[in-house]
Structures are given as C-alpha cells and as structure tokens.
C-alpha cells in the first residue's frame, strides 16, 4: 500500500512567517496530490490540486510544488485563520490515502 | 453554490447497522464522482470509500471492506453509506467528498459530516 508521510508533525510559528510542509509518497504519484486544510471549523477545505494548482477562491500565499514522491506546502505571511491541521492526500491510486497531518499553531 | 448535507449518524452497537446519506445540491450529481471519508475522535482523515459519477464502479478501503457499501441515488441526487457489522474502530465523524470531476481526480467540496459512535 501507499503511504504518506508528512513532515513536521507539528510546528509553532507567528503571524507573518513563512512555513513549509513536506509531504513522502512511497511511490511515484506523478502530480496527483492534493493539501487540504481544516480548522476549527472542522470541515476539510480544498487547498491545492495537481501538487500547485491553487483553488478557486484560496489566497495567492498558499503555494504547492513537487512532482512524483517529494511534495512541499508553502505559505507565505500566516494569518491568524491559517493555524489549523494540513493534510496531503494521493490520489494517483484507488487509495486515496492521506498523510498524517501537520498541525500548525500559533507561537 | 455546491452543498453537501451528511445525515444518518447515530449512536449503535457493535454488530449492529447504520446508513448514512448525503444529499447533494448545486450541481449536476450525475456528473461527479463522489466519496466518503472519516475522521475518529483525534485522529487524521482516513478515505472510507468512492463511486463513479454513474455508480458502475466502486472502491473501498481494507478497513471496511466486505462491510460497507457505497451507492447513489441519481433520482434523489443522494449518496448514501451502507455500514453493517459495525466496530468500536469504526466510531468516527462521516464526511461526504465531491470530487472535482472524476476518480483520479481530488475532494473539491465536503460535506459537514455526521457522527457515528459504535459502542454498547
């Protein structure tokens, strides 16, 4: 099965930074990721498909990159409603698997 | 506006049967694949189960397979969720997923989810 490993787990950062979040597929998913976002508000939101490609209405300091095993997360300028959990998902197999989660909070 | 309303969830015994529904508005539901994924009590997302736009072709993780079933209801624009002999494990909240199009495709739009508790 596939498996995805997201990196770091958890992390503090403040208003303003610039964070990263990596994202292992255990095998070649081409393009075939997805980051979703959930906060309080508990329902999943659609961040970024196809690795990069921003969702409709999703501010411009979400970013994506990566291709076939090794993904990246980017958001540049936090803002106090981005702290909340992240998750990347596959969708290259019928799996659909996520990774674990990488919660962001505030410092 | 694309809305998604889960319902159906409930508290039942372990063994016991529960279906979940979604019902969909704002678009073509015969046009969109659709999914179920789940959440247990602190926990990460875990994807439960997908179908094609026309219900030909399903998908299931391990966990629940052989369990669950998932179909829909093209006349009632509803996804329904079928979960018999159910676990402790499978107490979780229930969200619905529209994909953006199709099967290799991502969950664009989600539902608010229902909560299933199985416990005696």
């Known amino acids: 099965d596939i498996q995805m490993t997201q990196s770091p787990s958890s992390l503090s950062a403040s208003v303003g930074d610039r964070v990263t979040i990596t994202c292992r597929a255990s095998?070649?998913?081409?393009?075939?990721l997805a980051w979703y976002q959930q906060t309080s508000e508990k329902v999943p939101k659609s961040l970024i498909y196809?690795?990069?490609s921003l969702e409709s209405g999703v501010p411009s300091r979400f970013s994506g990159s990566g291709s076939g095993t090794d993904f990246t997360l980017t958001i540049s300028g936090l803002q106090p409603e981005d702290f909340g959990t992240y998750y990347c998902q596959q969708y290259h197999y019928y799996t659909y698997t996520f990774g674990q989660g990488t919660k962001l909070e505030i410092k | 506006e694309v809305l998604l309303l889960d319902s159906g969830g409930d508290l039942v015994q372990p063994g016991g049967s529960l279906r979940l529904s979604c019902a969909a508005s704002?678009?073509?539901?015969?046009?969109?694949?659709m999914s179920w994924v789940r959440q247990a009590p602190g926990k990460g997302l875990e994807w439960v189960s997908s179908?094609?736009?026309?219900?030909?072709?399903?998908f299931y993780a391990d966990s629940v397979k052989g369990r669950f079933s998932i179909s829909r209801d093209l006349s009632k624009s509803t996804l329904y969720l079928q979960m018999n002999s159910l676990r402790a494990e499978d107490t979780a909240v229930y969200f619905c997923?529209?994909?953006?199009?199709?099967?290799?495709?991502?969950?664009?739009?989600w539902g608010q989810g229902t909560l299933v508790t199985v416990s005696s």
């Open positions: 704002g678009f073509h539901f015969n046009t969109y694949a």
């Open positions: 095998q070649d998913i081409r393009n075939s």
């Open positions: 997923a529209r994909y953006k199009g199709a099967l290799k495709e991502h969950f664009e739009h």
């Open positions: 196809s690795a990069s």
């Open positions: 179908i094609d736009s026309g219900g030909l072709r399903t």
